[in-house]
């Protein structure tokens, strides 16, 4: 069956990067667009960005331009996502999800999420 | 890119019916085919329940629905049942430039 399991939470200080990793499991990674989406405590969803499936190309939301990374690893199945410079609002949770196939514009699978606090 | 509206709160009781609106666009909701609704339970991933509008994915039970009119797109619960409470997200693709944004959410309460 299909899973994204992701690393555990983290605490960082301003200023700092943060790598977090998605490890899928039950499809083809290289088949597929994968995104992240965070959401701070108490907040909505947000989009940060996406890699695509043949990871020739990534796009971010523009928010995150020049500080968010994604990247992948095909021989272990992995999905990763850097986020640079962080400040006390990018105390959120993050999560990594699936687009469904063929581009479909939605996300039909979710990692279970990775918080990380922002703190000095 | 401002995220789509949402109420913040929608209640009923069992077996009532409910409805969440999503006001979005021209640009995204009203401009494309591709939005999705997401059931959130506390301290969980998102669970897709809808998607292209009016799709339900496999083991999604049938009382869920989706529609669309215009720029505002609709998530009915009918026959609310308690473990129906939940925090529900719509999301809107928004094309090459924007791509993608979320609503802000609304809080389902089951009286």
């Known amino acids: 069956q299909v899973q994204l399991v992701q690393s555990g939470a983290e605490l960082k200080k301003p200023g700092a990067s943060v790598q977090f990793s998605c490890k899928t499991s039950g499809y083809t990674l290289t088949h597929y667009y994968m995104h992240w989406v965070r959401q701070a405590p108490g907040q909505g969803l947000e989009w940060m960005g996406l890699?695509?499936?043949?990871?020739?190309?990534?796009i971010y939301a523009q928010k995150f331009q020049g500080r968010v990374t994604i990247s992948r690893d095909t021989f272990t199945s992995t999905l990763f996502m850097e986020l640079s410079s962080l400040r006390s609002e990018d105390t959120a949770l993050y999560f990594c999800?699936?687009?469904?196939?063929?581009?479909?514009?939605?996300?039909?699978?979710w990692g279970q999420g990775a918080l990380v606090t922002v703190s000095s | 890119q401002s995220a789509l509206t949402q109420p913040r709160s929608v209640s009923g009781s069992p077996g009532q019916s409910v409805t969440i609106s999503c006001t979005g666009t021209s640009s995204d909701v009203g401009g494309y085919n591709y939005v999705s609704w997401y059931q959130q339970l506390p301290g969980k991933a998102p669970k897709l329940i809808i998607y292209d509008v009016n799709k339900r994915p496999s083991g999604v039970p049938d009382r869920f629905s989706g529609s669309k009119s215009g720029n505002t797109a609709s998530l009915t619960i009918s026959g609310l049942q308690a473990e129906d409470e939940a925090d529900y997200y719509c999301c809107s693709y928004a094309g090459t430039y924007i791509h993608y944004v979320f609503g802000t959410g609304a809080k389902v309460t089951v009286l």
């Open positions: 890699i695509s499936p043949g990871g020739d190309f990534t």
């Open positions: 999800a699936r687009e469904g196939a063929s581009a479909s514009k939605y996300f039909d699978y």
